[in-house]
Protein backbone atom coordinates (compact mmCIF):
# COMPACT_ATOMS: atom_id res chain seq x y z
CA UNK A 1 0.00 0.00 0.00
CA UNK A 2 1.50 3.02 -0.97
CA UNK A 3 0.07 6.08 0.63
CA UNK A 4 0.62 10.16 -0.49
CA UNK A 5 0.15 12.62 2.14
CA UNK A 6 -1.48 15.32 0.42
CA UNK A 7 -2.14 17.54 3.38
CA UNK A 8 -2.85 16.41 7.10
CA UNK A 9 -6.34 15.34 6.42
CA UNK A 10 -6.20 14.16 2.77
CA UNK A 11 -4.41 11.39 0.59
CA UNK A 12 -4.09 10.01 -2.29
CA UNK A 13 -3.03 5.98 -3.45
CA UNK A 14 -3.19 3.77 -6.57
CA UNK A 15 -5.19 0.91 -6.62
CA UNK A 16 -5.92 -1.07 -3.15
CA UNK A 17 -6.80 -3.90 -1.80
CA UNK A 18 -9.40 -5.24 0.61
CA UNK A 19 -6.68 -6.26 3.12
CA UNK A 20 -5.61 -2.74 2.87
CA UNK A 21 -8.29 -1.94 4.89
CA UNK A 22 -7.39 -2.39 8.08
CA UNK A 23 -3.85 -0.82 7.38
CA UNK A 24 -5.73 2.53 7.11
CA UNK A 25 -7.52 2.56 9.80
CA UNK A 26 -4.75 1.77 11.97
CA UNK A 27 -2.79 4.99 10.11
CA UNK A 28 -5.77 7.23 11.76
CA UNK A 29 -7.84 7.25 8.29
CA UNK A 30 -11.50 7.29 8.59
CA UNK A 31 -13.05 7.74 4.96
CA UNK A 32 -12.14 6.32 1.78
CA UNK A 33 -12.78 7.49 -1.96
CA UNK A 34 -12.65 5.19 -4.91
CA UNK A 35 -12.37 7.08 -8.15
CA UNK A 36 -12.82 4.04 -10.32
CA UNK A 37 -15.23 2.50 -12.03
CA UNK A 38 -16.36 -0.63 -11.22
CA UNK A 39 -14.02 -3.34 -13.83
CA UNK A 40 -12.39 -0.67 -15.14
CA UNK A 41 -9.77 -3.35 -14.82
CA UNK A 42 -10.19 -7.44 -14.82
CA UNK A 43 -7.62 -7.66 -12.29
CA UNK A 44 -9.05 -4.97 -9.82
CA UNK A 45 -11.44 -5.62 -6.60
CA UNK A 46 -14.93 -5.13 -7.03
CA UNK A 47 -16.17 -1.75 -5.25
CA UNK A 48 -18.68 -3.98 -3.39
CA UNK A 49 -15.19 -6.18 -2.16
CA UNK A 50 -14.18 -2.84 -0.98
CA UNK A 51 -16.78 -1.37 0.58
CA UNK A 52 -17.31 -4.38 2.28
CA UNK A 53 -13.73 -4.38 3.82
CA UNK A 54 -13.80 -0.34 4.20
CA UNK A 55 -17.11 -1.07 6.52
CA UNK A 56 -15.46 -4.10 8.33
CA UNK A 57 -12.73 -1.68 9.54
CA UNK A 58 -14.83 0.82 10.25
CA UNK A 59 -14.12 2.99 8.07
CA UNK A 60 -17.15 5.22 5.77
CA UNK A 61 -16.38 4.47 1.94
CA UNK A 62 -17.76 6.17 -0.92
CA UNK A 63 -17.48 5.71 -4.36
CA UNK A 64 -17.23 8.63 -7.03
CA UNK A 65 -16.19 6.76 -10.11
CA UNK A 66 -14.56 9.13 -13.09
CA UNK A 67 -12.86 8.05 -16.44
CA UNK A 68 -11.29 8.92 -19.47
CA UNK A 69 -10.11 12.34 -18.19
CA UNK A 70 -13.42 13.69 -17.52
CA UNK A 71 -14.58 15.49 -14.42
CA UNK A 72 -18.12 16.23 -14.27
CA UNK A 73 -19.11 19.00 -11.80
CA UNK A 74 -21.65 16.30 -10.35
CA UNK A 75 -18.00 13.61 -9.01
CA UNK A 76 -16.43 16.96 -8.18
CA UNK A 77 -19.19 18.27 -5.91
CA UNK A 78 -19.70 14.88 -4.56
CA UNK A 79 -15.92 14.46 -3.32
CA UNK A 80 -16.10 17.91 -2.08
CA UNK A 81 -18.86 17.06 -0.06
CA UNK A 82 -17.37 13.59 1.49
CA UNK A 83 -14.46 15.80 2.35
CA UNK A 84 -16.17 18.38 3.90
CA UNK A 85 -18.00 16.51 6.03
CA UNK A 86 -15.38 13.90 6.74
CA UNK A 87 -14.81 13.17 10.05
CA UNK A 88 -10.86 13.06 10.13
CA UNK A 89 -8.84 11.77 7.97
CA UNK A 90 -9.47 11.31 3.88
CA UNK A 91 -7.49 8.97 1.33
CA UNK A 92 -8.89 8.47 -1.86
CA UNK A 93 -7.80 6.01 -4.76
CA UNK A 94 -7.75 5.63 -8.51
CA UNK A 95 -5.57 3.52 -10.53
CA UNK A 96 -2.44 5.80 -10.13
CA UNK A 97 -3.52 8.22 -7.91
CA UNK A 98 -4.35 11.05 -10.52
CA UNK A 99 -7.53 11.31 -10.64
CA UNK A 100 -7.80 11.38 -6.78
CA UNK A 101 -5.61 14.02 -6.52
CA UNK A 102 -7.30 15.73 -9.94
CA UNK A 103 -10.46 16.11 -8.32
CA UNK A 104 -9.35 17.51 -4.90
CA UNK A 105 -7.81 20.33 -6.84
CA UNK A 106 -10.75 21.00 -8.87
CA UNK A 107 -12.74 20.76 -5.69
CA UNK A 108 -10.80 23.09 -3.80
CA UNK A 109 -11.84 22.41 -0.15
CA UNK A 110 -8.95 23.58 1.36
CA UNK A 111 -9.46 26.90 -0.47
CA UNK A 112 -6.50 27.71 -2.05
CA UNK A 113 -5.31 29.08 -5.23
CA UNK A 114 -4.48 27.40 -8.12
CA UNK A 115 -0.53 28.12 -7.51
CA UNK A 116 -1.06 26.50 -4.42
CA UNK A 117 -3.06 23.44 -5.19
CA UNK A 118 -0.52 22.74 -8.69
CA UNK A 119 2.03 22.86 -6.08
CA UNK A 120 1.03 21.09 -3.66
CA UNK A 121 0.00 18.18 -6.04
CA UNK A 122 3.75 18.30 -7.38
CA UNK A 123 5.42 18.03 -4.07
CA UNK A 124 2.76 14.88 -3.45
CA UNK A 125 4.26 13.80 -6.74
CA UNK A 126 1.88 14.23 -9.50
CA UNK A 127 1.79 17.51 -12.32
CA UNK A 128 -1.08 18.86 -12.19
CA UNK A 129 0.25 21.95 -14.50
CA UNK A 130 -2.18 21.24 -17.12
CA UNK A 131 -5.10 22.16 -15.42
CA UNK A 132 -3.87 25.68 -14.71
CA UNK A 133 -7.21 26.85 -16.28
CA UNK A 134 -9.48 24.81 -14.89
CA UNK A 135 -8.62 25.49 -11.26
CA UNK A 136 -8.98 28.90 -12.16
CA UNK A 137 -5.71 30.90 -13.12
Not at 12 to 26: A, N
Not at 58 to 87: M, N, T, W, Y
Not at 93 to 113: H, K, M, W
Request: hydrophobic letters at 40%; glycine letters at 8%.
Amino acid sequence: MKLVSVSDTFAVSPQLEPSDMRGLTDAGFNTVICNRPDGEEPSQPTVASMREAAEAAGLAFHHIPVSGGEFPPVAIKAFAKVRQEADGKVLAFCRTGTRSITLDALANVEDESAAERINRAKQAGYDLSGLRDQLGE
